[in-house]
T-cell receptor, first 115, second 108 residues
Framework: EPEVTQTPSHQVTQMGQEVILRCVPI?????FYWYRQILGQKVEFLVS????????KSEIFDDQFSVERPDGSNFTLKIRSTKLEDSAMYFC?????????????FGPGTRLLVL | GQNIDQPTEMTATEGAIVQINCTYQ??????LFWYQQHAGEAPTFLSY????GLEEKGRFSSFLSRSKGYSYLLLKELQMKDSASYLC?????????FGAGTILRVKS
């Protein structure tokens, strides 16, 4: 069964450093998402991406964040200058359609710890 | 605004039936999803409702009333492995908006 994959599984970084989280969505999917989950809190939407453009972003997704689909398979989330409060689990998700019960398939997540 | 409410925790006995409720007030609605999440893992899809009524899928069923902004997830024949967090999520505006999740503890 096709899966969304994410690398790395864990990342530890110093405050102020840049991090790039990588995702490989399911190959025929067209819509891509990043969510985050701070420990003990709910899953929060960050950004959605379609046709090489951001289609929607949340208030969390400020100028420190960017997304890119550098080639036909990868989808990346960059945090330019990490803050302590960026420590969270980051989930990538993808879907083929926007509606009709097509679920978003989540990757296993990258646990980011900012020190 | 977006508001999704579900109970924080529930406890049930192995073999029993449990119902987890979710109420929502969201600015857009294109369906309601239930996900299961074990600690430290990604959410996994359980069910989807876009029309009013009950959707059954093995031991899991989900109900939706759009006029009441209400859904529930019904788990039958509970097993120990069902101990997890259950997330109610509304799909609208090309994103999923999640509730805080209900931690279900199944005891023997």
């Amino acid at each position: 069964e096709p899966e969304v994959t994410q690398t790395p599984s864990h990342q530890v970084t110093q405050m102020g450093q840049e991090v790039i989280l990588r995702c490989v969505p399911i190959s025929n999917h067209l819509y891509f998402y990043w969510y985050r989950q701070i420990l003990g809190q709910k899953v929060e939407f960050l950004v959605s991406f379609y046709n090489n453009e951001i289609s929607e972003k949340s208030e969390i997704f400020d100028d420190q964040f960017s997304v890119e689909r550098p080639d036909g398979s990868n989808f990346t989330l960059k945090i330019r200058s990490t803050k302590l409060e960026d420590s969270a689990m980051y989930f990538c998700a993808s879907t083929f359609l926007l509606a009709g019960g097509e679920t978003q398939y989540f990757g296993p997540g990258t646990r980011l710890l900012v020190l | 605004g977006q508001n999704i409410d579900q109970p924080t925790e529930m406890t049930a006995t192995e073999g029993a039936i449990v119902q987890i409720n979710c109420t929502y007030q969201t600015s857009g609605f294109n369906g309601l999803f239930w996900y299961q999440q074990h600690a430290g893992e990604a959410p996994t899809f359980l069910s989807y409702n876009v029309l009013d009524g009950l959707e059954e899928k093995g031991r899991f069923s989900s109900f939706l009333s759009r006029s009441k902004g209400y859904s529930y997830l019904l788990l039958k024949e509970l097993q120990m492995k069902d101990s997890a967090s259950y997330l109610c999520a509304v799909y609208g505006g090309n994103k999923l908006v999640f509730g805080a999740g209900t931690i279900l503890r199944v005891k023997s």
